[in-house]
Every structure is written in structure tokens, then in C-alpha cells.
């Protein structure tokens, strides 16, 4: 039979991350392809002892189905930690619990996007969040990003332009592909202008924790006193990828149509994974956790970051970044970045083509994504050496 | 702000089953209302010691990320007990693990429909499957019931007059909220219809391993030599369904595409929660937890058959599934049933009206669906007997 599949989905392919992580499954390949928090970043103790707790105290409320908003002390409990972290929380807004923040961008596209409808994003920018606005069949618009973060005139001319627009998406802190943190300035001219188009903000926020340098920059969604922003964040970066937790902080209606749309899609995030999340923040020092994580990732970026320039050709650029996962490089004008990609992988070295991270799928780029915080530091050391050497033997 | 919702979902009202469990939040209210597993039948101890094992021995694997597609040592189990339980999967099948057998509906959901795309189903049916329909801005058209499933004459007109049909959704094993088992000439027959047709079939299985009388019927996936049928199964009612677990058995080029869309949607299904599953089916003797899975709710629909006999007006007719965890009760004709819903609430008592399961969600119902598998014996004599009085009093 052939199968005629929605339009929604039919354009879709599997992102290039997918099929690049597949080919890393060699454990030959060193890969700096990945997205994944540093293995020893996990409080492996920590979620043992609690989940024994858990089973011991409350086995049935583990196991049985739960509300579709959430684990309530969860739900609680974030409430205070975003408050008291990001100065994000109004009277008019609430908390949602989502199956990781992928799913918190996903149900926002399901309740926001018609077909047509425009979402304005940085560009480069997540692919799963760009995979899951497209399958919603909305058109993307791109808007490139200077050192501090999008381009606001250009932002306002995409505006101009695109009337339908429904949304803003932008990662302000440590942005995936780029490790860019947009400015306080550029935060107040991006609400300003949502504000005055009369569009939403879909701000996502998974690496804000991980900080290793400079000062922290107030969340766009701290300075919604009109109810525009819809803020995502992730236990995946701070305690596991694995358990599927994170939370949309949004105004009360738009959490109310997002419920309704993540009955449908998975009836409650996994009940067990949100009572860890909950009992991890109740009886262990989060601020002690996240100094820790800051120190691993800081050491990890510094010997990427070192390695890079003492072996890369000089013409390669790369971003520094004060935080997250994520190092941005860029090759010489004119170069064919697939077949340095290619040739790396040869050389036993994975890493993500820029071209995947574009709102235009069929663009070009000239850029790669590394990512520092998955390999070891001996996998950064040697990886790096034999990129190296191909960029001078490329360039 | 006037917030601009997406077609897709403005139409969504949150459901009646929801709103009535938040009612029965008063723990003096006896529901009938819910479609939980007996809390009996969780296998406690077992989940503690498999989790226990699981984080001593692969915590750093139960933590991270994982693959869209599912743990690997889950999936080849599955294709195991699928096989050997129901006679399903072939050459051209593959298995997807997703966040519990609603994913599976709402995957299938994204990626076959398209805006004013048809869903033919047995007409009352789950409303959270109804709902991912409409969520897609399908459009459903229901198809009445007998006692041995769907009447196939109307499910055939269904398909002639309404070619625009994607798929045909079913629950052939003790339907939600019917209860009612299809018959095995009508299973080949709806299969019959449509290949005939060339529409898909989406069988809905979550009640399946629940049977306590009558013989297994088989699977329509297992007759499905060509390619038509995507099957959902899940361990919610098995297991757990705090842990949200579930799959999917469908033709390779449908699971790829599910595959895509789940990517969009949460990435990957919690990965301890899947080790759980496995080890689970590794370790444990799953026929033997079965059978003390069926007993408990063979004693359970007994025990409200009989005291709904001896208690209700007997102008009120009932079905008698041979498995799952619902009764469906239909009122004399010309009955007020939401009053009678309403007056229940009033004695303490909660069910789920009829009307909530329609495809057609102006229309209306004399039944209600009762649950047996959530409350204790106690409650159902007690719950039994304040309805029996009310019925007497109304009919």
C-alpha cells in the first residue's frame, strides 16, 4: 500500500542531529555531535536514594495515572524556584508540567499555529523546536544573530513584513547552535517590539543554569507585565535528560489550551520522573548542584576552547561562549563545510553541519556545531588535534 | 491580550472525564468515574527491586538521553511477546516505543491527517483518542455498536459516502466505554472493508491482556497481510500507567514517519520507565502476573454486575464485558441522563455521562460509564446501592 501521510509531516525529514548521532554509535568515532549533559554531571546517589524513598513511601502515587498539570508539590515548588531564580511568575500566569521542554515548544505550536501562520526565529536556531513548528505546517522566518544576540532592526523589518506572524522563538541564554546570550538591551527591544506587533515570545530557556562566565542577564520572561511570554524550562541540562521533565510558565489561558493539548498527546508526564525532580529540589542544595555542573562545563569549554587555538587554522572563527553546551565554529569564506564534515567523520571526528541548524532548509552554511560537554577531555584533546589538522590540510 | 488560539485547538473543550475527576478530588465522592488499574494490581515490589537494580547497575544510561525510537532491549522483547501473545508483526513491521498508547494515537494522528481528513470509529469511543482526532481538525464519523462490535453494513456506507477517510479506529477488546468485544467475522470484516476501501485501521489495544471470561479473540493486526493496520499497545493497564509506557506496530514507512513526529514531541519516552518495562518482562513469570490481574477484576465486575441485578431499576440495562475496566449502563428511554449524572454527584456518587463519548459532541445519550476496576469493594456495594436507590426514584 502506499501510504499517504499529512502534510504536516510529509515534508519533515529526520533531522541531520538523528542521523548524525546514529552514525556515532561507532564508539570509535569520537563525536561532538551531541547535545547531551556530561555523564558526571548526574547526582547519581542522590537519584538513588530518592527513588528508594519514593517506592518506599508512595509506590501507588508512583504508578498510578496522575493529573494531566502536573505533580502539584512539583508544581509548587517551581512556582518559588522560578520566582526566586528568574523573577518570572505574575498573578495572571501558571505552571504546566511537560514531558521536557520539547514537548512544552511542541504543545505551543499545537495550540498557536494554523497553516501559514509565521513564527519569526533566530536563525540558526534548535532544530527540534524549527522540526516542531514545521510540522505544523507554519513558514519559519529567520532573523541572524550579531555577538549579543538577534538582530533587532532586522527583527522589527520581519515584523513589518510578516503580519501573521504568531510568534517569537529565541533561546536568549547560550543559544543552540551558537552559545550567543542575547544582551539586556536587545531582551527589552525584543519584548518592546513583540508588544508593539502584537505577537507572542516563546522563550527557551534549557541551558540558563549553566553559566561558567560573566554575570547572569534577566529572562525576557521577568519583564512580561503583559502576559506575552511563554517561558520553557528543562530538568534535562540540571539533573537528567532521561526522566522527560520540564515546565512552561505561561499566562493562565494559554496554559489552559496547552493542558487540554497534552491529554491528547501523552495524558501526564511520567509520574515517577516528576516526583524525583520534586524530592531533588526539596532535600538537596540546588545552588551547591548547579556550582558544581558550572565547574565541569567551564573546564570542558576552556580545553575545547584551547585546544582550538592552538591547533585550528587561524581562519577558523569560533564563539566563546559564558555558558550552556555549545561552541560555534566558523570556517573560511567560500569553504564546502559538508565536505570538511565529511572528511572529518573519515577521521573518526562527528560534529553538526550548520546547514541543519538554518530556518530555510535548504540553505548554506559555513559553520559547524561542537559540543564539549558530552566527550571526554582525553576525546577533546584528540578530537580537536585531528580536526586540526584537517583545517590546515582543507584550508 | 487577546490571545489568538490555533484552529486545532480553539474547538478543544477540556474533557468531561476531566472535569469529573477533579470533582471526585473529594475524597467522600465513590467514582466510577475514573479508568485507573486497581491499585492492587500494581507489582510494587517488583518495581522496587527492578529500579533499585537498574540505578545500581546503568544509572548513567537510565539518565541520559536516549533514542526517538525506544530502548533497543524493550523493543526486541516486544517483538517477542507481540508475536507470541497476539500473532502480530511481519516483515515490513517495526515497533515504536512512545509515552503511552495516547501517544501512539496522537502520533498517528499528526502524521495521517489532514485539515477536514475523515476518522471513522465506533460510536461512543474513547474521548481522548476523539480528541487527538479533533485536535488535527479531523472530521470524526461514528459508526453505531451491536453487542458484537461495530455494525459493519453502517461502517461500509460509512466508507462509501465519506471517501476522504484516512483510517478506521477501533477498540476490538472490551471498549471504552462500552465494554462490548468485537466478534472475530466482524474483525475480519472490518479488515475486509478496508483494504477494500484503502483506508488504514488504527486498533487500539489497552484492554486486551484484562480478559476474565469468553476466549481470545484474535488481534485485526494479525490478519493484516497487507500492510494496513497500525496496532497500539500499551503496559498501562499491565503494569503501570504512572510510567507511561506504550508502542506501536506498524509498517516501517509509518513507524518512520511516527518516529519524526514523536522526535518533535518529546524527544524519547522516559528511559527508566522503559528499563522498568523490560526487566519487568525479563524477570517476572507476565502470564502468571496476568491471571492475578484478571482475577482481580473478574471479582470486581462481579461484584458490581451483581448488586447493580439486585439493586437498580430494571428498566436499566447494562452490558457484560468479558474483560477491561468498564461497564456501560443505559437508562430507560426518554431519560434525563445528565440529571440523573447530576443527582449521583448530589448522593456522592460519580460516573461519566455518555454524551462525553460521542463523535459528535452536540449529540446526546441515555448511558453513563461505570468503572469497576478503581473502586474497593466497599464502595461499590455502598456506590451501587445509592444509584440503585436513585434509579428507583427517577425511572
Same mark, same amino acid.
Given at each position: 500500500?502506499?501510504?499517504?501521510?499529512?502534510? $504536516?509531516?510529509? !515534508?519533515?525529514? /529526520? =533531522?541531520? @542531529?538523528?542521523?548524525?548521532?546514529?552514525?556515532?554509535?561507532?564508539? #570509535?568515532?569520537?563525536?561532538?555531535?551531541?547535545?547531551?549533559?556530561?555523564?558526571?554531571?548526574?547526582?547519581?546517589?542522590?537519584?538513588?536514594?530518592?527513588?528508594?524513598?519514593?517506592?518506599?513511601?508512595?509506590?501507588?502515587?508512583?504508578?498510578?495515572?496522575?493529573?494531566?498539570?502536573?505533580?502539584?508539590p512539583l508544581r509548587d515548588r517551581l512556582v518559588h524556584l522560578v520566582k526566586e531564580r528568574y523573577g518570572i511568575g505574575?498573578?495572571?500566569?501558571?505552571?504546566?508540567?511537560?514531558?521536557?521542554?520539547?514537548?512544552?515548544?511542541?504543545?505551543?505550536?499545537?495550540?498557536?499555529?494554523?497553516?501559514?501562520? $509565521?513564527?519569526? !526565529?533566530?536563525? /540558526? =536556531?534548535? @532544530?527540534?523546536?524549527?522540526?516542531?513548528?514545521?510540522?505544523?505546517? #507554519?513558514?519559519?522566518?529567520?532573523?541572524?544573530?550579531?555577538?549579543?544576540?538577534?538582530?533587532?532592526?532586522?527583527?522589527?523589518?520581519?515584523?513589518?513584513?510578516?503580519?501573521?506572524?504568531?510568534?517569537?522563538?529565541?533561546?536568549?541564554?547560550?543559544?543552540?547552535?551558537?552559545?550567543?546570550?542575547?544582551?539586556?538591551?536587545?531582551?527589552?527591544?525584543?519584548?518592546?517590539?513583540?508588544?508593539?506587533?502584537?505577537?507572542?515570545?516563546?522563550?527557551?530557556?534549557?541551558?540558563?543554569?549553566?553559566?561558567?562566565?560573566?554575570?547572569?542577564?534577566?529572562?525576557?520572561?521577568?519583564?512580561?507585565?503583559?502576559?506575552?511570554?511563554?517561558?520553557?524550562?528543562?530538568?534535562?541540562?540540571?539533573?537528567?535528560?532521561?526522566?522527560?521533565?520540564?515546565?512552561?510558565?505561561?499566562?493562565?489561558?494559554?496554559?489552559?489550551?496547552?493542558?487540554?493539548?497534552?491529554?491528547?498527546?501523552?495524558?501526564?508526564?511520567?509520574?515517577?520522573?516528576?516526583?524525583?525532580?520534586?524530592?531533588?529540589?526539596?532535600?538537596?542544595?540546588?545552588?551547591?548542584?548547579?556550582?558544581?555542573?558550572?565547574?565541569?562545563?567551564?573546564?570542558?569549554?576552556?580545553?575545547?576552547?584551547?585546544?582550538?587555538?592552538?591547533?585550528?587554522?587561524?581562519?577558523v572563527t569560533h564563539t566563546n561562549p559564558e555558558g550552556g553546551l555549545f561552541l560555534w565554529c566558523t570556517l573560511p569564506?567560500?569553504?564546502?563545510?559538508?565536505?570538511?564534515?565529511?572528511?572529518?567523520?573519515?577521521?573518526?571526528?562527528?560534529?553538526?553541519?550548520?546547514?541543519?541548524?538554518?530556518?530555510?532548509?535548504?540553505?548554506?552554511?559555513?559553520?559547524?556545531?561542537?559540543?564539549?560537554?558530552?566527550?571526554?577531555?582525553?576525546?577533546?584533546?584528540?578530537?580537536?588535534?585531528?580536526?586540526?589538522?584537517?583545517?590546515?590540510?582543507?584550508?
Amino acid at each position: 500500500m502506499r501510504y499517504q501521510f499529512s502534510q $504536516k509531516i510529509d !515534508s519533515l525529514q /529526520p =533531522s541531520a @542531529i538523528r542521523e548524525i548521532l546514529k552514525a556515532t554509535a561507532d564508539p #570509535s568515532v569520537i563525536s561532538f555531535a551531541a547535545g547531551n549533559p556530561a555523564p558526571e554531571a548526574f547526582p547519581v546517589e542522590a537519584v538513588r536514594k530518592i527513588t528508594h524513598e519514593i517506592l518506599e513511601e508512595y509506590p501507588i502515587l508512583a504508578l498510578q495515572y496522575s493529573v494531566t498539570e502536573g505533580y502539584q508539590p512539583l508544581r509548587d515548588r517551581l512556582v518559588h524556584l522560578v520566582k526566586e531564580r528568574y523573577g518570572i511568575g505574575r498573578d495572571f500566569d501558571q505552571i504546566l508540567v511537560v514531558s521536557g521542554a520539547q514537548q512544552g515548544i511542541c504543545l505551543a505550536a499545537h495550540c498557536l499555529l494554523d497553516d501559514g501562520d $509565521k513564527v519569526i !526565529s533566530e536563525n /540558526p =536556531s534548535f @532544530i527540534g523546536s524549527l522540526n516542531a513548528f514545521r510540522s505544523f505546517r #507554519s513558514q519559519l522566518v529567520g532573523v541572524e544573530m550579531g555577538p549579543d544576540g538577534i538582530d533587532t532592526e532586522k527583527l522589527e523589518q520581519a515584523l513589518k513584513t510578516n503580519p501573521n506572524t504568531k510568534f517569537i522563538y529565541t533561546i536568549p541564554n547560550f543559544q543552540n547552535p551558537t552559545g550567543i546570550t542575547m544582551s539586556l538591551e536587545k531582551r527589552k527591544e525584543v519584548y518592546r517590539l513583540a508588544l508593539q506587533y502584537g505577537v507572542l515570545i516563546l522563550e527557551d530557556n534549557p541551558y540558563g543554569e549553566l553559566r561558567f562566565a560573566g554575570d547572569d542577564v534577566p529572562t525576557i520572561k521577568s519583564m512580561d507585565t503583559e502576559g506575552i511570554v511563554i517561558y520553557c524550562g528543562s530538568f534535562s541540562k540540571v539533573l537528567s535528560p532521561g526522566l522527560r521533565v520540564g515546565y512552561v510558565v505561561a499566562p493562565k489561558e494559554i496554559i489552559a489550551k496547552m493542558t487540554v493539548a497534552k491529554q491528547s498527546s501523552d495524558v501526564h508526564t511520567t509520574i515517577l520522573s516528576q516526583m524525583i525532580c520534586e524530592r531533588f529540589l526539596a532535600e538537596y542544595d540546588f545552588d551547591a548542584h548547579i556550582a558544581g555542573l558550572r565547574e565541569i562545563y567551564r573546564k570542558k569549554s576552556s580545553l575545547m576552547i584551547r585546544q582550538i587555538d592552538q591547533n585550528f587554522h587561524p581562519a577558523v572563527t569560533h564563539t566563546n561562549p559564558e555558558g550552556g553546551l555549545f561552541l560555534w565554529c566558523t570556517l573560511p569564506k567560500g569553504s564546502d563545510m559538508l565536505a570538511f564534515c565529511k572528511a572529518a567523520v573519515d577521521r573518526g571526528v562527528a560534529m553538526v553541519p550548520g546547514s541543519a541548524f538554518l530556518t530555510d532548509d535548504h540553505g548554506t552554511s559555513e559553520s559547524v556545531r561542537l559540543n564539549f560537554s558530552t566527550p571526554t577531555d582525553a576525546q577533546i584533546v584528540d578530537g580537536i588535534s585531528r580536526l586540526g589538522d584537517l583545517t590546515k590540510k582543507m584550508f
